[in-house]
């Protein structure tokens, strides 16, 4: 069974820039599209970005341009720079692939605020 860790999330001002980083176990991470999904209070999932087997990327219209996704096999871990963040970036960011296989991590908290 798959697990997900992520990390790197914070409070920063409007403008600012974070980085996540998603540690995944299980032999299962090079084979599979992955994505992060954000959930802010009271709404479901929002799938953010998305990163093929081939590293093509794709991202909510949203986030275009202010963000990216990366990936790394070696580690297992998925990475999301988020540059120019707005207060509406505010939620819990979660990783899992794209077609959510496996159980939520504990996600890691994004705060945008002045």
């Known amino acids: 069974q798959a697990q997900f860790v992520e990390s790197g999330g914070g409070l920063v001002q409007p403008g600012g820039s974070l980085t996540l980083s998603c540690e995944a176990s299980?032999?299962?991470?090079?084979?599979?599209?992955m994505a992060w999904f954000r959930q802010a209070p009271g709404k479901q999932h929002e799938l953010v970005a998305r990163i093929s087997t081939m590293y093509a990327t794709d991202y909510v219209d949203s986030v275009k341009g202010r963000f990216t996704i990366s990936r790394d096999n070696r580690k297992s871990t998925l990475y999301l720079q988020m540059n120019n963040l707005k207060p509406e970036d505010t939620a819990l960011y979660y990783c899992?692939?794209?077609?959510?296989?496996?159980?939520w991590g504990p996600g890691t908290q994004v705060t945008v605020s002045s």
């Open positions: 299980g032999n299962f991470f090079s084979g599979y599209y």
């Open positions: 899992n692939t794209r077609d959510i296989n496996y159980d």
